[in-house]
């Protein structure tokens, strides 16, 4: 009266796995072009770009690089060549590689040793100007005080 049949009638149903969505698949893979943004105009790129958006180097703004490295702002914000230099502590606001679109020769150099001679010039001029300020200070309590001898 008791275990009589374990095994269901049906008990190797394993016919189920069939032809599973490939059909559904294929069809999901087809982007309708009207659904991309309007304002990616090289159609050849816009696949690229819709599935990442512009990544663009926090220091020097560049947005084309071999490898986006770890910066202040956190990791893939940094161009390669200035992740290298931040991984290094030698990425100062001076530095910026040549491609750059706001590489300026006047104040940016991609030479760590030229930017560390930039770097003194800039610390030179201000404390230079630190001291012109001190001596006029200075000239001008001396000249406070003399005028206030010359009253008594
Ligand atoms: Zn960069």
């Known amino acids: 009266m008791a275990a009589e049949v374990e095994a269901a009638p049906g008990a190797p149903a394993?016919?189920?796995?069939?032809?599973r969505t490939k059909g559904l698949r294929r069809r999901r893979r087809v982007t309708a072009p009207w659904?991309?943004?309007?304002?990616?105009?090289?159609?050849?790129?816009?696949?690229?770009d819709a599935a990442a958006p512009r990544r663009r180097c926090t220091h020097c703004a560049v947005e084309e690089?071999?490898?986006?490295?770890?910066?202040?702002d956190g990791p893939r914000t940094l161009c390669n060549a200035c992740g290298v230099r931040f991984k290094s502590g030698r990425l100062f606001p001076e530095y910026r590689p040549a491609n750059s679109p706001t590489?300026?020769?006047?104040?940016?150099?991609?030479?760590?040793?030229?930017?560390?001679?930039?770097?003194?010039?800039?610390?030179?001029?201000?404390?230079a100007a630190s001291r012109v300020n001190a001596k006029a200070l200075r000239a001008e309590r001396a000249a406070a005080r003399s005028a206030g001898k010359d009253k008594k």
């Open 103 to 127: 590489f300026s020769p006047l104040l940016h150099s991609n030479s760590h040793r030229r930017v560390m001679e930039m770097r003194r010039q800039s610390e030179e001029d201000a404390s």
């Open 35 to 48: 659904s991309l943004p309007p304002l990616l105009s090289r159609p050849r790129q816009a696949a690229v």
């Open 14 to 19: 394993r016919a189920a796995v069939g032809p």
């Open 65 to 72: 690089t071999p490898q986006w490295r770890l910066g202040p």
